[in-house]
C-alpha cells in the first residue's frame, strides 16, 4: 500500500518568514495530493490541493510543489501569521477515493 | 454548507463495553470514512463506505466494524473496547466517485477514553 512520510514533524518560524513542509510518498500511480489544516480543537480542513498534470498550484500565501519523479511534495506558507499556527496533514490518494495522511506537522508561528 | 456531525464531542467507556460512535452528513455525500487520530501517526483510516450497506476496511480495522443502513449515517461500533482504543474518532464524507477526487469534509470529531 501507499506509504507517506511527513517531515519535519515540528516547525517554528518567526511571523513573516515562509514555512515549508514536504512529504514523500511511495506509489507512483498516486495522482491527488491534498493539505490540510487543523486549528487546536478543531476539524481538518482541505486548504490546497494538486493533481499530478500540474507542477505547482498556488492560493495567496500558500502553494504547493509536486514533483512526481521524485515521488514528493511540499506546502510552502509565506509571510507567515499567527492564524497559521496549527497542524498540517498532506495526504495522497491509493485507489479510487482512500486518502493515506502524512503524520502532521505542527506549525508554530512566532511573533 | 457542508456539515458532518458525530453524535459525541466526549465519551468515557470501560474495557470490554460495546461502544457506538455516530456520524451524519446532510449533504447527500455518497463516501463516508472512519478515521482515528493519534499524536505523531497522522489520520489512519480504520473502514470507509461508498454506498448503503457498502463498507471496505481501511488500514486499521482490527476491533472495529461499521454499519451504514442510510445514506446520510455512518456508524462506527467497538464491540469490545480496549484501552488501546483510546483515540480522537473523526468521520468524514465526500461526493462522488472515480476518476474525479472530491473534498473530504470533517465531522469535529469524539475523543474517547476507555478505562
Known amino acids: 500500500g501507499e506509504n507517506v512520510e511527513q517531515h519535519p514533524s515540528t516547525l517554528s518560524v518567526q511571523e513573516g518568514d515562509s514555512a515549508v513542509i514536504k512529504c514523500t510518498y511511495s506509489?507512483?500511480?498516486?495522482?491527488?495530493f491534498p493539505w490540510y489544516k487543523q486549528e487546536l480543537g478543531k476539524r481538518p480542513q482541505l486548504i490546497i490541493d494538486i493533481r499530478s498534470n500540474v507542477g505547482e498550484k498556488k492560493d495567496q500565501r500558500i502553494a504547493v510543489t509536486l514533483n512526481k519523479t521524485a515521488k514528493h511534495f511540499s506546502l510552502h506558507i509565506t509571510e507567515t501569521q499567527p492564524e497559521d499556527s496549527a497542524v498540517y496533514f498532506c495526504?495522497?490518494?491509493?485507489?479510487?477515493?482512500?486518502?493515506?495522511f502524512g503524520q502532521g506537522t505542527r506549525l508554530t508561528i512566532n511573533p | 454548507d457542508v456539515k458532518v456531525t458525530q453524535s459525541s464531542r466526549y465519551l468515557v467507556k470501560r474495557t470490554g463495553e460495546k461502544v457506538f460512535l455516530e456520524c451524519v452528513q446532510d449533504?447527500?455525500?455518497?463516501?463516508m470514512f472512519w478515521y482515528r487520530q493519534d499524536p505523531g501517526l497522522g489520520l489512519r483510516l480504520i473502514y470507509f463506505s461508498y454506498d448503503v450497506k457498502m463498507k471496505e476496511k481501511g488500514d486499521i480495522p482490527e476491533g472495529y466494524s461499521v454499519s451504514r443502513e442510510k445514506k446520510e449515517r455512518f456508524s462506527l461500533i467497538l464491540e469490545s473496547a480496549s484501552t488501546n482504543q483510546t483515540s480522537m474518532y473523526l468521520c468524514?464524507?465526500?461526493?462522488?466517485?472515480?476518476?474525479?477526487?472530491?473534498?473530504?469534509?470533517f465531522g469535529p470529531g469524539t475523543r474517547l477514553t476507555v478505562l
Open positions: 449533504m447527500d455525500h455518497e463516501n
Open positions: 468524514a464524507s465526500n461526493k462522488g466517485a472515480a476518476p474525479t477526487y472530491n473534498e473530504q469534509f
Open positions: 506509489d507512483s500511480a498516486s495522482n491527488y
Open positions: 495526504a495522497v490518494i491509493q485507489g479510487a477515493q482512500k486518502l493515506v
